[in-house]
């Protein structure tokens, strides 16, 4: 299925970020004249945290703060994307800004994904946070339009386990494509991804503590379990995905290709393959065709967009609408186990 896919809403981000950086610089410069400090602080280094505080750890989307609220449950925890909105061109408030600036961890998928919290962590430079970006550990990742591929092992050969920002911000270019702005980020929807991203948090989080190279080397047993916790998903999700009769699905947007790739399952169309604008008559009806000609037999909606075009294209194939959540609340293993029971719904209609 050809796709045409400008990522307006990147540059409208990267707008929106010099404003609330902007913004918050101003506030920095109030609060320091007010102490009688220096009038810009922006490339500062962060205060000394003391042992006995709480580490500050900032988390962009709500599908990682699972892992971060269990292998580091004492720590002050910030969620940047609220519950129920999209994952494409959201923007910081000045307080979320200096939280960035305050943070111990910054915790981010990448991929492009948040371009405002990369040009926070630019703007507020320090030698002392660390940044974990989940693109660091996915295996062969997904650009757009690779879902007709699904299936095929794109083998990079690479060991990604530990590859990530530790203590400076750099602009995280990888050679995966970085610079062709097309990587799909939605990699926790695949639990051997997640996985793989839970031991890249532990050895973060291990370092932090000052538990040394050693630490940083091993997995915690909350890692252990949490890893199990993925491993009995993907393996639920083998099992009774292997029964449906169906392996195509329609989604509302172009978050699914990880999760079908795992599993055997082909993205027969998207509703909406540009996330800033409203589907085209000719999207709905090239999605229409699919359905038909493909037998599919529900349409997925996403609690983050608009259900109105999917409806249409649902009425006009004569099949029905089932929710499918990329993000989720916080509880990636909740998030998981609902998206099976839609999908094993749609793929199973008679």
């Not at 307006?8 to 320091?32: F, H, T």
């Not at 971060?68 to 979320?96: C, M, N, W, Y």
């Not at 009425?315 to 929710?323: C, H, I, N, R, S």
């Not at 989720?328 to 186990?337: A, F, K, N, V």
Request: with cysteine.
């Amino acid at each position: 299925m050809r796709r045409s896919r400008v990522p307006s809403w990147r540059r409208a981000s990267a707008i929106a970020a010099a404003g609330v950086l902007a913004a918050a610089g101003a506030c920095d410069r109030e609060a320091a004249t007010a102490s009688g400090g220096p009038g810009a602080g922006h490339k500062e280094a962060a205060p000394d945290r003391q042992s006995d505080e709480r580490l500050r750890i900032v988390v962009t989307v709500p599908p990682l703060l699972w892992a971060v609220r269990e292998l580091a449950p004492d720590a002050e925890i910030e969620l940047i994307l609220k519950p129920g909105a999209s994952e494409h061109g959201f923007d910081l408030t000045p307080s979320q800004v200096q939280g960035i600036a305050r943070a111990d961890l910054v915790v981010m998928v990448g991929m492009q994904l948040e371009p405002v919290v990369d040009a926070a962590l630019r703007a507020r430079a320090s030698a002392k946070r660390r940044v974990l970006r989940f693109e660091s550990v996915v295996e062969a990742p997904l650009s757009y339009g690779a879902e007709e591929h699904a299936g095929h092992d794109h083998d990079h050969g690479h060991d990604h386990g530990h590859d990530h920002d530790h203590d400076h911000d750099h602009d995280h270019d990888h050679d995966h494509g970085h610079e062709h702005g097309e990587l799909d980020p939605h990699a926790w929807l695949d639990p051997t991804q997640m996985k793989r991203f839970i031991v890249a948090l532990d050895r973060e989080l291990a370092g932090l503590g000052g538990g040394g190279t050693e630490a940083e080397d091993s997995v915690s047993d909350r890692a252990r379990a949490l890893m199990a916790e993925c491993d009995r998903i993907d393996a639920v999700y083998r099992e009774r995905l292997a029964k449906a009769a169906s392996r195509r699905i329609v989604t509302h947007h172009n978050a699914w290709q990880y999760l079908a790739r795992r599993y055997g399952l082909e993205v027969a169309a998207v509703i909406q393959p540009i996330e800033s604008l409203e589907p085209t008559p000719a999207d709905i009806q090239s999605a229409v065709d699919a359905i038909r000609a493909e037998g599919v037999k529900a349409v997925f909606i996403e609690p983050q967009f608009s259900s109105r075009a999917a409806e249409r294209v649902a009425e006009a194939a004569g099949v029905q609408v089932l929710t499918l959540d990329p993000l989720g609340d916080g509880d990636w293993p909740g998030l998981m186990e609902s998206n099976l029971e839609q999908l094993v719904k749609g793929l199973t209609q008679p």
